[in-house]
């Protein structure tokens, strides 16, 4: 067995006879040098780099193929206009389940059962209409979803607090929701969104209709972000909008025609791109208000193609940023990073690495019990760029192949190798990083190889 925690995976370095075992390294990490840290080394080692892999019609497709054949992915216009009771409360039971195991603070002391009786009678089950009409709003501004409706930071052992359990995910502005209750005090929502269901403050949603909500940025033209750290401008005049984290893949309607005479929250915008984003007004209801975005950020008018130039691109553009279980520290986690360079090319994946490592959305190569070690190196060495590679807990993605090994970028919390004498050495990477595949080693000192379930290709032509 691997041990592993959602995205919380730890690499190997080479045993004897793979091709790792002959790799250089100029960086501490096996097989790392720093060419390979740049995205000009794999790109020019590609043939037809700027080849289209899908095209625009061909990645809507996809994306109507994934919400018909994936359960963990809504068609929130399908969501209907009322919830039976045992509805709303069993998607809440779903995500806010009695804690399983034991759990500790920020300083080491357990969390109490009482505490965990209190968040429990916090979900107000009990409260919960006969017949619930969803509210839909949008995200103001980027919300972490929890697992409770609290947020107190709790982890799986003493001393180990990067991983913080009722860290679910995170949504981002303009994100449309669908409110299905309240929490007994009323300071959190249990929300539903396309992609996931758990608790948000109530302060990051503004309420408003559900065709305005359902329609936010539906219609060009657009601005997609397509950097890795894009913000507005700062503004004291309109502080809901004022220096907002904008995530990549983000697309915000775009006020194209905005007047060249008329400020945007006391500046001139001739400098910037005029966007339209969400705001609350004082009862928190939704307004839709005007934003400025740097014309040097790192945006575009539409979704970028998708080559496996700028796959490589875009993926490298995360490298070194901080690893973020659920989306904490303002970052992200090994199925977030993966989701949201696809996400700067329009194409859509379920939220976590077990969804989106079954989902028959996509051409898939699934491994079982009966593959064995040769067999699966049979068709890992033929992987291509853009190809997502799975084990329990953790996604990694293709960025090249070179002397026989197949070199990948990931958000991973650990890499685990042996080293020349054979012993097992774990480095805390904790970030985006270049790895080889073949040299990675689960805690067990098995390779990575003999974990791997499945492979998801996003590709037009399937592989059998």
Same mark, same amino acid.
């Given at each position: 067995? *691997?041990?592993?925690?959602?995205?919380?995976?730890?690499?190997?370095?080479?045993?004897?006879?793979?091709?790792?075992?002959?790799?250089?390294?100029?960086?501490?990490?096996?097989?790392?040098?720093?060419?390979?840290?740049?995205?000009? &080394?794999?790109?020019?080692?590609?043939?037809?780099?700027?080849?289209?892999?899908?095209?625009?019609?061909?990645?809507?497709?996809?994306?109507?193929?994934?919400?018909?054949?994936?359960?963990?992915?809504?068609?929130?216009?399908?969501?209907?206009?009322?919830?039976?009771? $045992?509805?709303?409360?069993?998607? *809440?039971?779903?995500?806010?389940?009695?804690?399983?195991?034991?759990?500790?603070?920020?300083?080491?002391?357990?969390?109490? !059962?009482?505490?965990?009786?209190?968040?429990?009678?916090?979900? $107000?089950?009990?409260?919960?209409?006969?017949?619930?009409?969803?509210?839909?709003?949008?995200?103001?501004?980027?919300?972490?979803?929890?697992?409770?409706?609290?947020?107190?930071?709790?982890?799986?052992?003493?001393?180990?607090?990067?991983?913080?359990?009722?860290?679910?995910? !995170?949504?981002?502005?303009?994100?449309?929701? !669908?409110?299905?209750?309240?929490?007994?005090?009323?300071?959190?929502?249990?929300?539903?969104?396309?992609?996931?269901?758990?608790? *948000?403050?109530?302060?990051?949603?503004?309420?408003?209709?559900?065709?305005?909500?359902?329609?936010?940025?539906?219609?060009?033209?657009?601005?997609?972000?397509?950097?890795?750290?894009?913000?507005?401008?700062?503004?004291?005049?309109?502080?809901?909008?004022?220096?907002?984290?904008?995530?990549?893949?983000?697309?915000?309607?775009?006020?194209?025609?905005?007047?060249?005479?008329?400020?945007?929250?006391?500046?001139f915008a001739y400098a910037s791109h005029v966007v339209a984003l969400?705001?609350?007004?004082?009862?928190?209801?939704?307004?839709?208000?005007?934003?400025?975005?740097?014309?040097?950020?790192?945006?575009?008018?539409? &979704?970028?193609?998708?080559?496996?130039?700028?796959?490589?691109?875009?993926?490298?553009?995360?490298?070194?940023?901080? &690893?973020?279980?659920?989306?904490?520290?303002?970052?992200?986690?090994?199925?977030?990073?993966?989701?949201?360079?696809?996400?700067?090319?329009?194409?859509?994946?379920?939220?976590?690495?077990?969804?989106?490592?079954?989902?028959?959305?996509?051409?898939?190569?699934?491994?079982?019990?009966?593959?064995?070690?040769?067999?699966?190196?049979?068709?890992?060495?033929?992987?291509?760029?853009?190809?997502?590679? &799975? *084990?329990?807990?953790?996604?990694?993605?293709?960025?090249?192949?070179?002397?026989?090994?197949?070199?990948?970028?990931?958000?991973?919390?650990?890499?685990?190798?042996?080293?020349?004498?054979?012993?097992?050495?774990?480095?805390?990477?904790?970030?985006?990083?270049?790895?080889?595949?073949?040299?990675?080693?689960?805690?067990?000192?098995?390779?990575?190889?003999?974990?791997?379930?499945?492979?998801?290709?996003?590709?037009?032509?399937?592989?059998?």
């Amino acid at each position: 067995m *691997i041990a592993l925690a959602g995205c919380a995976a730890a690499p190997t370095a080479p045993s004897s006879g793979t091709p790792s075992a002959q790799l250089s390294d100029t960086t501490g990490v096996p097989g790392v040098t720093a060419e390979r840290l740049t995205p000009g &080394y794999w790109i020019a080692r590609l043939d037809a780099p700027g080849a289209p892999v899908l095209d625009a019609a061909q990645i809507a497709a996809q994306n109507a193929r994934l919400t018909a054949q994936d359960p963990s992915v809504a068609d929130m216009a399908a969501l209907p206009a009322s919830l039976s009771a $045992a509805e709303v409360r069993a998607r *809440i039971e779903a995500i806010s389940a009695p804690p399983s195991r034991t759990l500790f603070d920020g300083d080491g002391r357990e969390v109490p !059962a009482t505490r965990v009786d209190a968040l429990l009678d916090a979900l $107000a089950l009990d409260a919960i209409a006969d017949e619930v009409a969803p509210r839909f709003g949008l995200v103001t501004r980027r919300a972490d979803l929890r697992t409770f409706p609290t947020a107190q930071r709790v982890f799986s052992r003493r001393g180990d607090t990067d991983i913080d359990r009722f860290q679910e995910s !995170a949504l981002f502005p303009g994100t449309p929701v !669908a409110v299905l209750h309240a929490s007994r005090d009323g300071q959190w929502w249990f929300v539903a969104s396309r992609l996931y269901s758990a608790w *948000i403050e109530a302060d990051r949603v503004a309420l408003g209709e559900r065709d305005e909500v359902l329609g936010f940025a539906a219609q060009p033209p657009w601005l997609v972000v397509t950097g890795a750290g894009v913000r507005t401008v700062f503004t004291p005049e309109a502080p809901q909008v004022s220096d907002l984290a904008l995530d990549m893949g983000l697309r915000l309607p775009l006020i194209a025609d905005w007047p060249r005479d008329k400020a945007v929250n006391g500046q001139f915008a001739y400098a910037s791109h005029v966007v339209a984003l969400p705001a609350r007004d004082a009862q928190g209801a939704l307004e839709i208000v005007p934003a400025l975005v740097p014309r040097s950020a790192d945006v575009h008018t539409d &979704y970028l193609p998708l080559t496996r130039a700028n796959l490589i691109t875009q993926a490298f553009k995360f490298l070194g940023e901080r &690893y973020g279980w659920g989306h904490s520290y303002g970052t992200r986690d090994c199925s977030g990073f993966v989701s949201e360079v696809y996400r700067s090319f329009g194409v859509e994946l379920p939220r976590n690495t077990r969804d989106q490592g079954v989902s028959t959305a996509f051409d898939r190569i699934a491994f079982t019990e009966a593959d064995d070690h040769a067999a699966r190196m049979a068709v890992l060495r033929n992987l291509e760029v853009g190809d997502l590679v &799975y *084990i329990p807990g953790h996604v990694m993605m293709v960025i090249g192949r070179e002397d026989g090994e197949v070199w990948l970028i990931h958000d991973t919390t650990g890499m685990r190798y042996r080293d020349g004498s054979g012993a097992i050495v774990t480095v805390p990477l904790n970030q985006v990083a270049v790895t080889p595949l073949f040299a990675l080693l689960g805690d067990s000192g098995t390779p990575y190889v003999d974990f791997i379930y499945s492979i998801q290709r996003i590709r037009a032509t399937p592989s059998r």
